[in-house]
């Protein structure tokens, strides 16, 4: 069983960056395919990107792709996303994922990952 613990999120102007992290715990997932996902107000959980075992092949949202960047540090057990020039629309709960699946370029569905964590919020004022 893997848990995971999200942290970083807060309330920026547009413009500003955050940064993201997500520490497992339980187990390693240096071999697990780790991904965030948000979800604003009223709507569905929305995929933002997620990265391979390696960290050599991510894949990202187009609502997201040049802003955001995602990373891992498998010594740390650690997933980030580093969010710059945040717009009010990536306002939502931002949450971690890992899945024991190959890495695949194109977007993910939530049911493609068995852990999750609580999730931190991001809100961005205009």
């Known amino acids: 069983q893997v848990q995971l613990v999200e942290s970083g999120g807060g309330l920026v102007q547009a413009g500003d960056s955050l940064r993201l992290s997500c520490a497992a715990s339980?187990?390693?997932?240096?071999?697990?395919?780790l991904a965030w996902f948000r979800q604003a107000p009223g709507k569905e959980h929305e995929f933002v990107a997620d990265?391979?075992?390696?960290?050599?092949?991510?894949t990202y949202a187009d609502s997201v792709k040049g802003r955001f960047t995602i990373s891992r540090d498998n010594a740390k057990n650690t997933v980030y996303l580093q969010m710059n020039i945040l717009k009010p629309e990536d306002t939502a709960i931002y949450y971690c994922?890992?899945?024991?699946?190959?890495?695949?370029?194109?977007?993910?569905?939530?049911?493609?990952?068995?852990?999750w964590g609580q999730g931190t919020q991001v809100t961005v004022s205009s």
């Open positions: 990265i391979s075992w390696s960290g050599t092949s991510t």
């Open positions: 339980g187990r390693p997932v240096s071999r697990y395919t």
């Open positions: 994922a890992s899945g024991r699946i190959p890495f695949r370029f194109g977007e993910r569905d939530i049911t493609d990952f068995g852990s």
